[in-house]
């Protein structure tokens, strides 16, 4: 949203700036012909005067302002103006002279016409014109481009008429900038106007020392729709993901592998003390250090669920013997990022560098500008940007160390590390019994509160039906740290070709990563359009937006998939089974709203009780 504001004021000073610009042309332009102007002008005709002229009607007549008629007529009387008096006039068509003879000429071949032409004038003989000395032009003629003689001879018609183009311009201008300034308001609170949602891969890559993380292009219609930013991360084996922190919250969901993980909370003590003396000596005759002290740490393993707030520093560390994934969704439309939908990665450690071993590759050509350039520039170690003399005294080391903090050797931002890293952490089982210990209110602060859940297991499952499938949720009450991120998260198995009701989500928008199987997806807007039916395959992934109705089927050897929603306690209206909105409506409204019997309307509401959310198959799927 910020992003959408930045363009509106850029568009809208742009348009000042041209107006400014505009207004000051028109005034040096009304300055310099004003000055051409206020000089007696080299040409003038006469125009004699008929019964009924003035000076203003004559002044109308040939476009003339009052200080230019008065400038090449200073002798005329306005009060005493008579039929047969020749005022001089601007000519703009006509290069010759006119000099006092002419002047004369004009006037005698003019009152000759005039007296044949209209008689009524016999009647009033006209007086005789003043004596022309008073009109002496003092001026010489000389030969000027017709640019020149057009800017000189026209000076009044040619500042009216620059007057109103530019006047008509800095109206157009203004009434552009107010329409776009409109339309991209209209665009931030709608961004989710979708034509078409198709099933999307990781656009970049980053490859580093230890792993590789990928992400899927933000700027995608459909992230952009649910304000979401996908990523990946495979962690090889004895490899560390520095630790680093986001602009927006991060839920992240273990595809693969186990590990342990770290989320720093400020002001947080440190509950883990380990007395036992180990040394660090590399070799380099260091003494031993007496133990270590640090914030707890979690295991982590395949189906694990882990929150990460907005701003919290985390790591994660593969003591495991296959490589970690862990995918993750970044919510940048959360109310805790007041930046803007940019992805912002801040290292800590480390860092994205286009050189060495970490390269940054383009996964996709389907992406380009913006999102590639913003990807190279974050992601970077923020430590680089302090004065190392200043990072030496605030951390009380040398300045060899904080030299050693600042670089990154192209390691990238997931590093192995030289032996295998020294980290106290609960057994997995000891862990899990003391999350599932009742807790009496006062361990669940927030520093030890429960920052992970697993939904992989069966006998946890939420909703389960035989032959249709499983589906286990985490929410704010399982997980209540997820209250804080307004997150969620949904792992869902479904067997061969069951179907997952056709439904809308009444509070989130989500994302759907697919895990293993195929399926087929529907996604269905409010003009009855379909937006989306694809085939979805392992690791596609795809956004379904809030309040759009959606159906899915799975395919022969069925379907897994994990969804990450936008908030904590996420609420869905299915269309059919025993919790729908069919089964909430009376016989006679369904009846008559799709024009059936009741008996046919008794199936639609009964046929698929008592199943809810996933319904078994009826027929082969084709």
């Known amino acids: 949203m910020a992003r959408s504001s930045n363009k509106t004021t850029l568009l809208f000073n742009l348009a000042l700036m041209l107006s400014f610009l505009l207004v000051a042309s028109v005034v040096e332009s009304r300055s310099v012909l004003g000055r051409a102007a206020a000089s007696t002008p080299e040409c003038v005709s006469v125009h004699g005067v008929v019964t009924g002229d003035t000076c203003t009607a004559v002044e109308k007549q040939f476009d003339l302002t009052a200080n230019d008629f008065k400038a090449i007529n200073p002798n005329l009387d306005c009060d005493k103006l008579f039929v047969g008096t020749a005022p001089r006039t601007l000519d703009g068509l006509t290069s010759s002279t006119c000099n006092p003879g002419e002047v004369a000429n004009r006037f005698k071949h003019h009152d000759n016409a005039s007296m044949q032409s209209k008689p009524t004038l016999h009647a009033t003989r006209p007086r005789q014109p003043p004596p022309l000395s008073p009109y002496k032009v003092s001026?010489?003629?000389?030969?000027?481009?017709?640019?020149?003689?057009?800017l000189l001879t026209s000076a009044a018609q040619y500042t009216s008429s620059m007057t109103k183009l530019v006047a008509l311009l800095l109206l157009s201008l203004l009434a552009y900038a107010a329409v776009a300034s409109t339309e991209m308001q209209q665009r931030e609170a709608q961004q989710?106007?979708?034509?078409?949602?198709?099933?999307?891969?990781p656009s970049h890559r980053m490859r580093s020392q230890g792993g590789v993380t990928e992400i899927w292009d933000p700027e995608e219609d459909q992230f952009q729709c649910a304000g979401f930013a996908p990523m990946r991360d495979t962690i090889q084996t004895n490899s560390l993901s520095l630790p680093k922190f986001f602009s927006a919250p991060r839920l992240v969901y273990?595809?693969?592998?186990?590990?342990?993980?770290g989320v720093s909370y400020p002001g947080c003590p440190e509950t883990y003390h380990n007395d036992q003396q180990f040394s660090r000596d590399r070799g380099q005759g260091q003494r031993g250090m007496s133990g270590d002290q640090h914030q707890k740490v979690h295991r982590i393993r395949r189906g694990d669920v882990i929150p990460v707030p907005a701003g919290a520093a985390h790591w994660c560390y593969n003591d495991g013997n296959e490589e970690l994934i862990a995918v993750s969704v970044l919510d940048l439309n959360n109310q805790a990022n007041q930046l803007d939908q940019n992805l912002r990665g801040f290292m800590l450690a480390g860092g994205h560098s286009s050189h060495g071993q970490e390269r940054y590759e383009r996964a996709s050509r389907r992406y380009a500008g913006q999102s590639e350039r913003s990807h190279e520039e974050t992601f970077q170690n923020i430590f680089r940007g302090f004065d190392e003399e200043l990072m030496a005294e605030a951390f009380n080391v040398p300045r060899e160390t904080v030299r050693r903090m600042r670089q990154d050797n192209n390691r990238g931002l997931i590093v192995k590390?030289?032996?295998?890293?020294?980290?106290?952490?609960?057994?997995?089982?000891?862990?899990?019994?003391?999350e599932s210990s009742p807790q009496n209110g006062l361990e669940?602060?927030?520093?030890?509160?429960?920052?992970?859940?697993?939904?992989?297991?069966?006998?946890?499952?939420?909703?389960?039906t035989k032959q249709g499938g499983r589906i286990n949720i985490a929410n704010q009450q399982k997980?209540?740290?997820?209250?804080?991120?307004?997150?969620s998260a949904e792992r869902g198995h479904l067997m061969p070709n069951a179907l997952y009701t056709p439904h809308w989500s009444m509070t989130d928008n989500r994302v759907v990563y697919a895990l293993r199987g195929e399926l087929n997806a529907q996604v269905v807007d409010e003009r009855g359009n379909t937006i989306m039916n694809e085939r979805v395959r392992q690791g596609d992934m795809f956004v379904i937006p809030?309040?759009?109705?959606?159906?899915?089927?799975?395919?022969n050897n069925g379907f897994e998939w994990v969804a990450f929603k936008s908030s904590s306690q996420p609420m869905k209206s299915p269309m059919a089974g025993s919790i729908s909105v069919m089964r909430a409506m009376p016989i006679d409204v369904?009846?008559?709203?799709?024009?059936?019997?009741?008996?046919?309307?008794?199936?639609l509401k009964m046929n698929r009780d008592p199943q809810s959310m996933l319904l078994s198959p009826t027929r082969t799927s084709s």
């Open 479 to 487: 997980l209540p740290i997820l209250q804080f991120i307004d997150m």
């Open 444 to 464: 669940e602060t927030f520093c030890n509160m429960k920052i992970k859940q697993n939904i992989e297991l069966q006998r946890e499952a939420d909703v389960y």
């Open 546 to 555: 809030q309040f759009y109705a959606t159906l899915m089927r799975a395919g």
């Open 139 to 150: 001026f010489k003629c000389q030969p000027k481009s017709p640019l020149q003689f057009f």
């Open 254 to 261: 273990i595809e693969q592998g186990r590990g342990v993980m």
């Open 590 to 603: 369904i009846s008559n709203a799709y024009q059936i019997s009741p008996r046919e309307a008794e199936q």
């Open 192 to 201: 989710c106007q979708l034509r078409k949602i198709s099933t999307s891969k």
């Open 417 to 434: 590390c030289r032996e295998d890293m020294r980290i106290m952490s609960p057994d997995q089982e000891e862990e899990e019994q003391s």
